[in-house]
């Protein structure tokens, strides 16, 4: 019997059948594929700056201030003007006896002479009107932990709506201008009405704001107070003009 020979034929419309249903298989597949591909949107990236850096040394040093009769609290450093206003002991040249306070208005600045070219450094704010400034040299005459505080009457003669309910004073405390010290400059043995002293607005500090007086933070003020000694020398330079605000 004859062997059939040659090769085994499919059936054209039995292979196109199954290449029908491969495709209708696979593309609800490939077009799911193409679908979430379309639809994704591009990532957006959003930049969140960093929390500002403050040193530990400088958040212990303005940390808040225990065993007073009033509160002392914390000082927000991210509101300082500048952080070279922040206390800290430097190079100064002087030939300033130590214990000797200089001020200079127009660097907004005070040091506590120390001796052997060193200076403990305060940022301060000043008077806003130079013809209320005292400049020279001085004695601090003596000095007061939470002092009351009295509007002089050339302030109550400016803003006697402000100041005139004042005029008796203010006793010391919270809400008290000088804050938690303060330091009286007399001159030829009178009060030159001239103090340095703390602040309920520590943001000033390194700007012109006061009605005169030097104002320091009140961690700062505290540490003043506790290296002067009554009769000690203090002296305020000229201010050089308006150029810095």
Same mark, same amino acid.
């Given at each position: 019997?004859?062997?059939? !020979?040659?090769?085994? &034929?499919?059936s054209p =419309? *039995?292979?196109?059948?199954m290449? *029908? *249903?491969f495709?209708? %298989?696979?593309a609800? %597949?490939?077009?799911a594929a193409?679908a979430t ?9 959003s ?5 500002? !850096?403050?040193d530990?040394?400088y958040?212990a ?6 065993g007073?009769?009033f509160?002392?609290p914390?000082?927000? %450093?991210?509101r300082?003007?500048?952080? &070279?206003? #922040?206390r800290?002991?430097?190079?100064y040249a /002087? ?10 208005p ?7 002479? #120390?001796g052997n @070219?060193?200076?403990v450094r305060y940022?301060v704010?000043?008077?806003k009107?130079?013809?209320f400034?005292f400049?020279g040299d001085?004695?601090?005459a003596? =000095?007061?932990k ?6 002089t009457?050339?302030?109550i ?6 100041? @005139?309910?004042?005029r008796?004073?203010l006793?010391?405390g #919270?809400?008290?201008?000088l804050?938690?010290?303060a ?9 030159? %009405?001239?103090r340095?002293?703390g602040?309920?607005?520590?943001w000033t500090? @390194? !700007?012109?704001v /006061?009605s005169g007086?030097?104002?320091?933070l009140?961690?700062?003020i505290?540490d003043?107070?506790?290296r002067?000694r009554?009769? /000690? =020398?203090?002296?305020?330079l000229p201010?050089? @003009?308006?150029g810095?605000?």
């Open positions: 019997m004859p062997r059939r !020979t040659g090769v085994l &034929k499919r =419309k *039995r292979c196109s059948g290449h *029908r *249903r495709f209708l %298989l696979g609800p %597949l490939a077009l193409c591909t379309a639809e994704q949107p591009p990532a957006v990236m930049y969140v700056p960093p929390e500002p !850096t403050i530990p040394t958040l040093m303005y940390a808040a201030v225990d007073e009769p509160p002392v914390a000082i927000d %450093l991210t300082i003007v500048d952080p &070279k206003f #922040l800290r002991e430097v190079d /002087s030939d300033e006896a130590p214990g000797t306070v200089v001020v200079d127009n660097e907004r600045f005070a040091w506590y002479v #120390l @070219g060193r200076a940022g704010g000043v008077g009107v130079e013809a400034n400049q001085a004695t601090i003596w =000095k007061a939470w002092p009351k505080w009295t509007p009457p050339d302030m003669a400016r803003d006697p709506q402000r100041y @005139g309910p004042l008796n004073g006793p010391g #919270l809400g008290n201008p804050g938690p010290r330091l009286y400059l007399h001159r030829d043995g009178r009060d030159t %009405l001239y340095l002293h602040t309920v607005e520590p500090i @390194g !700007t012109k /006061s007086c030097i104002r320091l009140n961690q700062d505290i003043l107070y506790d002067v009554d009769g /000690s =020398k203090a002296i305020v201010i050089r @003009g308006e810095m605000t």
